[in-house]
């Protein structure tokens, strides 16, 4: 996992081009910064900044407590969706339709029909495909959102 800047104040207007600039800038100052303080830890000669510095000694002690959360964060969402995905796996498609975790699977169409079957392509075909490309948006957006909520 990279570093970052895990200040949250950027989250106010994270649309604005110039805050991402800026917090562009901050995740790559933390990120020096990290691996700096890392190398001096390794090395074991960080005392000799912490000490001289009180503002170094915190914002490094706060950094190393974030990179820690972040790192239990994202190993439990992956626990989970190994979890998730052993426990699909036991199950048969018929279990997970049932259970509302499989949509019934759809007739499969041409996605571009050629010009002999464009003039029998229906509008009960044009609506079913239309259903499963609903389906399948739906099942991204799921997806997406279990991953930015942390699930």
Not at 80 to 98: G, I, M
Not at 128 to 146: A, F, P, R, T, V
Request: aromatic content about 6%.
């Amino acid at each position: 996992m990279p570093c970052m800047s895990y200040d949250t104040n950027w989250a106010h207007d994270s649309n604005n081009s110039d805050v991402k600039r800026l917090k562009a800038e901050a995740d790559k100052l933390a990120r020096i910064a990290c691996a700096a303080m890392t190398e001096l830890e390794k090395m074991g000669k960080e005392d000799f900044l912490i000490l001289k510095n009180e503002e170094v000694g915190h914002w490094w002690a706060a950094h190393k407590e974030a990179d820690r959360k972040e790192k239990a964060r994202l190993a439990e969402i992956e626990r989970r969706e190994r979890v998730k995905a052993e426990a699909l796996a036991r199950l048969s498609d018929e279990e997970k339709e049932l259970l509302g975790l499989k949509k019934p699977a759809a007739k499969k169409h041409r996605k571009f029909p050629v010009s002999k079957e464009l003039v029998s392509y229906d509008i009960e075909t044009w609506d079913k495909d239309q259903e499963e490309i609903e389906y399948m948006l739906e099942d991204l957006k799921e997806s997406y959102l279990q991953i930015t909520r942390g699930k």
